[in-house]
């Protein structure tokens, strides 16, 4: 019961940051410390959630698969407008990727989170 809690919160999750992330711009964008910080917050919450959703994956396959969602994200925004597509947005992601990663294995056997 729990997995499937953890799968509707990740895809919830994941659909929002989808959204946010890929709805066109019409302001002027201004790289900030607070962007790269909801870059971070963002992969580090869809990390946790991935992992309690799909225990049965090795700490690596998490990782392809949130790369590829970085990646995926920062490629179609090249081809929206008023978005762009940035390495320091990924940097921030994948920031958050490995302190996803160092919170799970904290995490997650403490409180006994997951199945």
């Given amino acids: 019961m729990k997995t499937l809690l953890y799968k509707t919160l990740f895809y919830l999750n994941f659909f929002i940051i989808e ?17 790269k910080q909801n870059h971070f917050v963002a992969f580090l919450v869809l990390y946790l959630l991935l992992g309690m959703a799909y ?15 970085a990646f995926q994200i920062e ?10 597509f940035s390495l320091l947005d990924i940097a921030a992601d994948a920031i958050g990727v490995i302190a996803g990663i160092i919170v799970y294995r904290y995490l997650v056997p403490k409180f006994h989170l997951g199945n």
């Fill in 55 to 69: 225990r049965d994956f090795s700490t690596a396959q998490k990782t392809v698969i949130m790369t590829f969602i």
């Fill in 19 to 35: 959204y946010l992330a890929l709805t066109p711009r019409h302001i002027e964008i201004i790289e900030s410390f607070w962007d």
């Fill in 75 to 84: 490629i179609v925004q090249y081809f929206i407008p008023g978005r762009y």
